[in-house]
């Protein structure tokens, strides 16, 4: 997600969206034709989270680039249920003092809430089978074109690591010469269908300086539980860590932030979910220390992405395999714009990012970690020039990419009656053309959703519509949570207590990634939602 006042001007600024498959004549890098104006660029408001309503694009308009909404409205912080709530670590609140959170702090590490101790990254208490690490298939056969195979591919269930792999007969490179790397994991992919659906814990640990910051209690087991009981299978936990880095040269991670989220997500894999942390609001253009200047200055913040993931990665070292990392939110320059500098910069970043990872070893040196495009987009401009990172040949990458389709009702508090035939027909449209951009990787679309200002029933016929759409092309949809309630809220779950907030959406959520996951390739309709 990016900051309220940047997220929709941003999403316009990157450039190439879904094209003109959806419903305008428009090609890649420009936008649909729309009856109704362009979207306001002034953002989304800090409370009640309204979005200026300059204009929206019109029906059936088509996905914009990346980003989530930051906007909650102040959530009462109820008590902790069982297992207790997170202290807001990370120092004081803004104004008077240190504040801990209600329900009382955490130890490092902590208790869990069901069922014993919880080491630090340790083994889940209760919840769900472990997977161990994964298999990496022995010899690991080229993807078609001849590359060659490093490590072979992950499965789910033990075994040895091959000592490098095969190289594929003949040894040419495919016209183009692009690595399989991920994409040629058909474990990954069949990894992200068992991840769908799944939920994002925002507005929470990518606050500053506090995991309050934005109005939400702290997490706790029983709100995560509640998530894993409706049907979720993953969570994402974004973080912010730039108030908790050190001085250069070691930038060292603050201790009591590190392990409030250990903690949590440690309760994620308690509950049996896949859970994925980040880096969040550190490259997305606001003023983050991950900048994209000349290629000379971007060496130095690549030096600093090194040493925060070496310490990020070395604390999730000892955690089982539902344990996921991702580089980045919306990787992107101030102001947006898909521009060749930005993507030469995050190249060497999301290098910087995944080498300091595999560095640390033991499970770390085949964890899935998640990549993204300038961004987050659905820009094919973006992907290609990501499918060019040094590191894209490693097998156990997948990738994520932002949605919030169509925006003019995903990013919109300006009403619009979503669920027409041509609706439904643009949605599958955007899917297909995503999926024939990154035809063979597991795909995540990390964030989606609608706010609250829209009518509940198309809300709940959206969601069942997208949910569906992205688990039959094979994707992992992730619901875009930032708590609270009114117009900008994305909310379906009580932070405090995990009460369903918006139980219809919740059940076309799982509805639709039920059926998408039965009928793979057979897309929602108007007539057979």
Wanted: charged share 5%; with cysteine; aromatic share 6%.
């Amino acid at each position: 997600m990016r900051s309220p006042n940047s997220k929709i001007a941003a999403f316009f600024a990157v450039g190439t969206v879904f094209s003109a498959i959806a419903c305008s004549g428009s090609d890649n890098g420009a936008l649909p034709g729309a009856t109704g104006g362009a979207p306001g660029a002034a953002g989304l408001s800090g409370t009640g989270g309204t979005v200026n309503t300059a204009g929206t694009v019109g029906t059936g308009g088509l996905v914009n680039n990346g980003g989530s909404s930051n906007t909650s409205s102040t959530s009462s912080v109820g008590g902790a249920g069982t297992g207790g709530t997170i202290a807001a670590a990370g120092g004081s609140p803004a104004t008077g003092g240190s504040k801990a959170t209600s329900g009382g702090s955490a130890s490092t590490g902590g208790a869990a809430a069901t069922g014993g101790t919880i080491a630090n990254g340790g083994i889940a208490a209760t919840g769900g089978s472990k997977l161990t690490g994964g298999t990496v298939s022995t010899g690991g056969t080229a993807a078609t074109g001849g590359s060659k195979a490093t490590g072979g591919a992950m499965s789910t269930t033990g075994g040895t690591k091959a000592t490098g792999g095969t190289p594929a007969t003949g040894g040419s490179a495919a016209t183009g010469g692009t690595p399989a790397g991920g994409g040629g994991n058909t474990n990954l992919q069949a990894l992200v269908k068992a991840m769908a659906p799944g939920w994002n814990l925002g507005n929470s640990f990518d606050g500053t300086p506090l995991v309050t910051s934005w109005g939400n209690p702290a997490p706790n087991q029983t709100l995560i539980n509640a998530v894993k009981a409706a049907g979720f299978n993953s969570m994402r936990i974004p973080v912010s860590w730039t108030a908790h880095i050190g001085a250069a040269p070691n930038y060292t991670i603050d201790a009591a932030w590190m392990a409030s989220v250990v903690q949590t997500a440690q309760w994620a894999v308690n509950a049996g979910l896949y859970a994925f942390v980040n880096t969040h609001h550190e490259a997305d253009g606001n003023g983050g220390w991950v900048s994209f200047p000349s290629t000379a200055a971007a060496a130095s913040v690549a030096t600093e992405v090194t040493a925060v993931w070496t310490q990020i990665a070395t604390a999730f070292k000892a955690f089982d395999s539902h344990l996921m990392l991702e580089c980045f939110n919306e990787p992107n320059e101030a102001g947006g714009g898909n521009t060749a500098q930005a993507q030469a910069d995050l190249n060497l970043y999301l290098t910087a990012c995944v080498n300091a990872i595999r560095a640390t070893g033991g499970a770390n040196a085949t964890r899935v970690v998640m990549i993204q495009p300038v961004g987050a987009s659905p820009s094919q401009s973006g992907i290609n020039a990501m499918l060019q990172a040094s590191i894209i040949s490693d097998p156990n990458l997948i990738v994520s990419i932002h949605t919030y389709y169509p925006t003019n009702f995903g990013l919109s508090t300006t009403p619009y009656a979503w669920g027409s035939s041509a609706d439904y027909t643009n949605m599958a449209n955007s899917i297909t053309q995503l999926r024939g951009w990154l035809p063979n990787w597991g795909i995540v679309i990390g964030e989606w959703g609608s706010m609250g200002a829209q009518a509940t029933a198309n809300r709940a016929a959206h969601a069942q519509a997208y949910a569906r759409d992205t688990t039959t092309a094979g994707m992992c949809p992730m619901w875009w949570d930032n708590g609270g309630s009114g117009s900008g809220s994305f909310a379906i779950f009580n932070r405090a207590t995990g009460a369903q907030t918006q139980a219809t959406i919740v059940s076309g959520i799982i509805t639709g990634a039920q059926k998408g996951l039965a009928t793979p390739n057979t897309y929602s309709t108007l007539a057979n939602p």
